[in-house]
Nanobody, 124 residues
């Protein structure tokens, strides 16, 4: 059974930092591209960042580029999202996901497995 479990969310002041983690089990972790998405109530799931199987290629949305960094540790079956210079508009639930095909990394429908999400709240 595949499980993706996010952690590291919480409440932070604007300008602060958080580091999200997503621990995976039940899959050959190194064979999957990984992504972070976020979704506000009543809105579509939004792409945030993605990393290739070996960590050599990364993608970011324009809204987080230069502030967020995605990375992975295949030895620990974990993907991270370092979030700096946080803004109130970053407030929402963040999800990690795993994609076996790695064809369209920015597209949520391409991903095979999802975590349950972790709440990030940035105060102004």
């Amino acid at each position: 059974q595949v499980q993706l479990v996010e952690s590291g969310g919480g409440l932070v002041q604007g300008g602060g930092s958080l580091r999200l983690s997503c621990a995976a089990s039940g899959l050959r972790f190194s064979m999957y591209g990984l992504g972070w998405f976020r979704q506000a109530p009543g809105k579509e799931r939004e792409f945030v960042a993605a990393v290739s199987r070996n960590g050599g290629t990364t993608y970011y949305s324009d809204s987080v580029k230069g502030r967020f960094t995605i990375s992975r540790d295949n030895a620990k079956n974990t993907v991270y999202l370092q979030m700096n210079s946080l803004k109130p508009e970053d407030t929402t639930v963040y999800y990690c996901a795993a994609d076996r095909s790695w064809i369209r990394a920015r597209t949520a429908d391409e991903y095979d497995y999802w975590g349950q999400g972790t709440q990030v709240t940035v105060s102004s």
